[in-house]
């Protein structure tokens, strides 16, 4: 990307985006459908992630150093109920989130939005009690498309590969200047003060080094938070680099008529996408072939570079298991399924899973290799230990975009994932009000009314 261009005025494609951003444009009913089961997934995944250490860790982080000042607004912290600043809280239920790997992407950012936009919304309809349900779903869509453009420009543009946090953040700036009413001068602040500031992580470190840090969307939320409101306060900050200058306007071509909200995926398993592939093959041969693991001598992964990075030994935390490959494959064909239990420290003792996983290998395919990022496929093998061969084939992963995740796995997912955590009645209630958004009347402040108390 160019390092440095002297702009006095507005460039690039600021122009069009701020009038997406700031005006009440048409956004189509089922982009704002989409939106509302995209939250509904988030919160089910933000309610199974209080069962992770990292997540009170964040909110009591949130609730000592992040506190809002005299005068300032402050929000409830989700699953909690206890107050911390808009940027403490969008940092808690970010990180919250962002530590279970199971929530939406689109697959040419290479990461994912949601987790910090939803966070945001949260955020600031705290100090916003009058938002209505539709006016909160036109935000998150302009969260979305704001962010996976931003993340296109970034990918292009610039050669170290950088977490989710690096981008979304600026979403979260644009979600809070709709939400606010801002000009479009303070808007140009804040997405200059969000980008400069964003956490530009790199994600293969990460990978190596599996932490709480985790997809950098921890601290990316808060950052696009608090540049919007610093920005409010006179705060100036360089033109946005993503956004206007010459070598990013591809990306924004196409805003307001080809929506990337509704070319996402939802992920089945709370497991870094790259491994969704194998895992999917690792099902299916099981169910075909109705396999029992004493049956299995051993197990080979084809896979793409980046997924074959991935850990392979026994996990020894939570993150570490969901920045595995081997580990959710074993689980896979010894239990039949990858859920949360699978990525919780309990798991790890299992007898069973330790001896699957130590038959499993991987090499990375160079045809598969060549479909990453628009693709996510992989390949997995079994021999039997009476010698037969068993091969899924090429896989793709489930969960969209193509074909889309439905309405009904959407909500499927929700309930297994929120249930054991927030009980039959309260799940039902946040399903009917989250889906409600769109309808006449609807505010969204009944939603989080729903969401603060502890489970």
């Known amino acids: 990307m160019t390092t440095h261009e002297t702009m006095p005025k507005p460039g690039g494609a600021f122009g069009p985006f ?142 170290d590969y950088h977490t989710s946090g690096a981008w979304n953040g600026i979403g979260c700036a644009a979600i809070g200047a709709r939400i606010r009413g801002a000009s479009p001068e303070v808007l140009r602040h804040a997405i200059g003060i969000a980008e400069y500031h964003a956490p530009r992580s790199q994600m293969m470190r990460e990978i190596a080094n599996p932490s709480m840090l985790h997809d950098g969307t921890g601290f990316g939320a808060p950052t696009g938070i608090y540049a919007l409101l610093i920005a409010e306060d006179g705060f100036e900050g360089a033109p946005a680099a993503l956004i206007e200058f010459a070598d990013a306007e591809f990306a924004w071509e196409g805003l307001g008529a080809e929506w990337l909200t509704t070319k996402q995926y939802i992920k089945p398993y709370p497991i870094c996408r790259w491994a969704h592939a194998p895992i999917d093959a ?71 899973l330790r001896a699957m996983l130590s038959r499993v290998s991987v090499r990375v395919d160079p045809e598969i290799d060549a479909l990453f990022p628009e693709r996510r496929a992989g390949q997995v093998t079994v021999t039997l230990k009476d010698g037969r061969h068993l091969d899924s084939g090429l896989t793709e992963a489930s969960g969209g975009p193509d074909p889309a995740p439905t309405r009904a796995e959407i ?37 989080m009314d729903l969401l603060v108390d502890a489970p």
């Open 282 to 352: 690792a099902l299916g041969l099981r169910a075909a072939h109705e396999i029992a693991p004493e049956e299995i001598a051993a197990i080979e992964i084809a896979t793409f570079a980046y997924s074959a990075a991935l850990n392979c030994a026994v996990p020894s935390s939570t993150s570490i298991a969901q920045y595995s490959l081997a580990w959710p494959v074993a689980a896979a064909l010894v239990r039949g399924r990858v859920g949360v239990e699978e990525v919780l420290p309990r798991s790890f003792d299992d007898a069973a």
């Open 411 to 447: 909500v499927t997912k929700f309930r297994a994932f929120a249930g054991p955590v927030l009980g039959e009645a309260r799940t039902g209630a946040v399903e009917v009000a989250v889906l409600g958004l769109d309808m006449p009347g609807a505010r969204f402040a009944d939603v």
């Open 18 to 159: 701020a009038r997406f951003v700031l005006e009440d444009g048409a956004i189509p009913v089922e982009v704002r459908e989409t939106a509302a089961l995209y939250i509904l997934d988030l919160i089910g995944v933000a309610a199974a992630a209080t069962r992770l250490e990292v997540g009170r860790i964040a909110r009591d982080h949130a609730v000592r150093h992040w506190a809002a000042g005299e005068g300032a607004p402050s929000a409830r912290l989700l699953f909690d109920g206890r107050r911390a600043s808009l940027p403490g809280a969008g940092f808690a239920l970010a990180t919250q989130i962002d530590n279970l790997d199971a929530h939406d992407g689109w697959q040419p950012s290479k990461g994912h939005a949601g987790a910090a936009l939803f966070p945001a919304i949260a955020a600031f309809a705290e100090d916003a009690p009058d938002l209505t349900g539709r006016a909160a779903l036109e935000a998150m869509v302009v969260g979305y498309e704001t962010s996976y453009r931003a993340a296109h420009a970034l990918h292009r543009t610039v050669e």
